[in-house]
């Protein structure tokens, strides 16, 4: 008894440990409870966090500043390497809608902050915490109180009340108007992930096969490779059955075709329509069906030295003697064509003898294990370039204070570019599907763990000061109407998709927790997407509006 005495209230090491796990244990147990199909998720931890922190238990103020920025990087940087591949293709179909809307939210929680201010007894100075922590942005906090620093320093104190009251409904705010709006429209969230998945198959045009009889007497004696516009419509032929012959043979750029010969050509619908056009026609006949030595096989790319390469480069017909028909890359299927470069773990669809799919098995590496292997030196150097990234100051026209990413837009950023690069050198950004969830669970967790406990010493004695339960009022009010606002627009009239919506709500509010929420209740990663789409701009737009707000009250 008197270990566990001490333990719990002497500052140690082992204090620490223990507060954090005995947190994480009851947060993550509190939100697995379900009420008609509803849990807190990943926020329960903030409320055990909370609820600790007024009585008292935390750990040392620098260390838990320490675990909190460090569970929110790793957070981050983890989405940013989940969503980069297909970052670029989302924000070219979406970006502008999503963006306006999260640009939305922005200014009516900014014009709401303004009407607010006239509210409160201590004016602006309490009012621009409020949108700070109403919207989970910390870096908008310190740079309202720089701001105010250099202006009216004795009111600097005021935007972290402000904000501390704020923040914890800030949180839960966002999950709450992701529940209400699914409720409100009677969304089934699966048919939204189904539906989503068609949307983005049919975006995609995954390749087809189609079995031609070479009819057109003007490609007698022509090379695959010379037929007229194989390349530019993106057509790869992986079997050829020559006429006479029952046995189809592996193809190659090079090999000769003739009148009757039937070859089995891979490529998008459209594309093998007007090919058809130029060859003969459809055969009843599928080469895939019919017996022989040719043979196909999925292998892995792991072989550093081939990373960046182009299949023209790697020329497998002539030095393995098979043929790649098509590339899985990140979920998305696309037709082999010659300039495509090779990244490490695209599946590639190889066609050819037993021998020679040994042999290519060697050249493109095929290890399961090196796929699965976790490489730290990338993640640490991306993490040490995401913080450089995030401190950097940018400075926007004649705002006094420098704008910052910060600890969260930083990582998140570089995580992004580095896994859409996919290798620099000996460094490979790749990082394995169950060490991603695994990292990012446990930086979420982290994170809400000690904002609860910071939030919970002070959030009480605050909330039911003369003013707390007004700035409280004022808090949910800037939270929940632009996003409550916002979302009902975007499904009503944009039919936007609920998953897309949550991703955009959560990046809207720079809200972690709100994301690992949207995340729980579907099996996508769209919502992740979506919130890496928004998450730069509004994290820029919040920093640059919460000074203007000081600026407009000073003026």
């Known amino acids: 008894m008197s270990l566990l005495n001490e333990l ?35 926020a329960g931890v903030l409320f055990v966090g909370i609820l600790l922190g007024y009585c008292k238990v935390t750990i040392p103020e620098t260390t838990l500043d320490f675990v909190r920025d460090f569970g ?24 502008l809608v999503l963006n306006s809307m999260a640009l939305a939210i922005v200014l009516l929680g900014a014009v709401l902050t303004v009407g607010i201010s006239y509210l409160l007894r201590d004016g602006m100075a309490a009012a621009v915490g409020l949108f700070a922590g109403a919207t989970t942005n910390t870096p908008a906090l310190g740079a309202a109180q720089e701001t105010l620093k250099g202006a009216a320093a004795d009111k600097a104190g005021y935007p972290a009340l402000g904000y501390a009251v704020a923040y914890p409904f800030g949180i839960l705010g966002v999950i709450i108007a992701m529940i209400a709006i699914r409720t409100f429209f009677r969304i089934n969230v699966q048919e939204e992930v189904e539906i ?37 419509l993106g057509i790869v032929v992986s079997r050829v059955r020559k006429a006479g012959e029952t046995e189809p043979q592996t193809a190659s750029p090079d090999t000769v075709i003739h009148r009757g010969d039937i070859i089995l050509a891979v490529g998008k619908p459209k594309a093998l329509e007007r090919y058809k056009l130029i060859v ?44 790649v028909s098509r590339v899985t890359r990140a979920d998305i299927e696309m037709t082999a064509v010659p300039a495509l470069q090779l990244q490490f773990g695209d599946m590639l669809q190889v066609v050819g003898d037993e021998e020679s799919l040994d042999k290519a098995a060697k050249l493109i590496g095929n290890s ?87 939030a919970g ?23 929940l109407l632009p996003i ?57 737009l919040r920093i640059i509006v919460a000074q203007l707000l000081v600026l407009f009250w000073l003026r």
């Open 8 to 42: 719990a209230t002497q500052p140690s090491i082992a204090h620490t440990v223990l507060v954090l796990a005995v947190v994480a244990t009851a947060g993550l147990s509190l939100g697995s409870l379900k009420y008609r199909g509803i849990s807190l998720g990943v």
């Open 72 to 95: 929110l990087i790793l957070f981050v940087y983890t989405i940013g390497m989940q969503v980069g591949p297909s970052f670029l293709s989302s924000l070219r179909q979406k970006g």
């Open 196 to 232: 989503l998945s068609r949307e983005q198959t049919a975006g995609q045009e995954r390749p087809h096969r189609m079995n031609l009889v070479v009819e057109n007497p003007n490609l007698e004696g022509l090379k695959l490779r010379e037929i007229p516009g194989s390349e530019e």
């Open 280 to 323: 003969g026609r459809e055969s009843h006949v599928d080469l895939l069906q019919v017996p022989g030595r040719v043979r196909h096989r999925r292998l892995v790319v792991t072989n550093k030295a081939i990373l960046g390469k182009s299949l023209r480069e790697l020329d497998l017909p002539a030095v393995c003697g098979v043929i």
């Open 368 to 454: 399961v294990k090196e796929l699965s292997h976790t490489n730290l030196i990338p993640i640490f150097i991306g993490i040490a370039l995401g913080v450089l990234v995030g401190l950097y100051p940018f400075k926007v026209g004649n705002i006094p204070v420098p704008v910052r990413l910060g600890l969260a837009g930083g990582p998140l950023v570089v995580a992004i570019l580095l896994s859409r690069i996919g290798r620099i050198g000996p460094l490979v950004w790749h990082m394995p599907v169950n060490a991603n969830i695994l990292l990012r669970e446990l930086g979420i967790v982290l994170f809400l763990t000690c904002v609860g406990l910071r």
């Open 457 to 479: 010493e002070k959030y009480f004695e605050v909330l039911f000061s003369a003013d707390g339960c007004l700035w409280l009022a004022c808090g949910v009010a800037i939270t």
């Open 484 to 540: 409550l606002v916002v979302a009902f627009i975007g499904r009503r009239f944009l039919k936007l998709n609920f998953v897309h919506l949550c991703g955009v709500l959560a990046g809207s509010m720079t809200d972690p927790p709100a994301l690992a929420f949207a995340n729980s209740f579907n099996n996508s990663d769209a919502p992740s997407v979506a919130y890496a789409t928004v998450y730069p701009l509004t994290m820029i």
